[in-house]
């Protein structure tokens, strides 16, 4: 019977061992997630702040690529938070925040031919 006790313990301090080092684990890639998490929101910021300097053209162009991008389904989460971005400066500055306009506009884009080189 002893032995039993002893083999339920060694088991349990195992377990708990174990499970120790997944929560160990686990903080660890949160608090990996939070540090990528802060870098990209001051690069956002970075980049929202070279956007208010951005010509209104050049915003178009960006603009006009981000849609293409997001058509073809080649835009990942960085992608898409800083076409996002633009959208909003373009819209803010080119259209008066209006959406209807700025969809407007773009509707009326020549699409854009891709040649092969």
């Not at 939070?34 to 209104?56: E, H, T, V």
């Not at 991008?69 to 400066?89: F, K």
Request: glycine residues 6%.
């Amino acid at each position: 019977m002893s032995t039993n006790l002893v083999d339920s313990s060694a088991r349990m301090a195992m377990g708990t061992d174990q499970l120790h080092r997944r929560f160990t684990v686990v903080i660890g890639f949160v608090g990996l997630m939070l540090i990528a998490s802060a870098a990209s929101m001051a690069q956002g910021q970075s980049a929202n702040r070279a956007l208010k300097d951005a010509p209104i053209d050049e915003l178009k162009r960006i603009y006009l690529a981000c849609d293409r991008a997001a058509i073809n389904g080649e835009l990942d989460t960085a992608g898409i938070r800083q076409c996002s971005i633009v959208y909003e400066e373009l819209k803010r500055r080119a259209f008066g925040g209006d959406f209807d306009e700025l969809l407007a506009w773009s509707k009326a884009q020549p699409p854009v031919r891709i040649t092969e080189r």
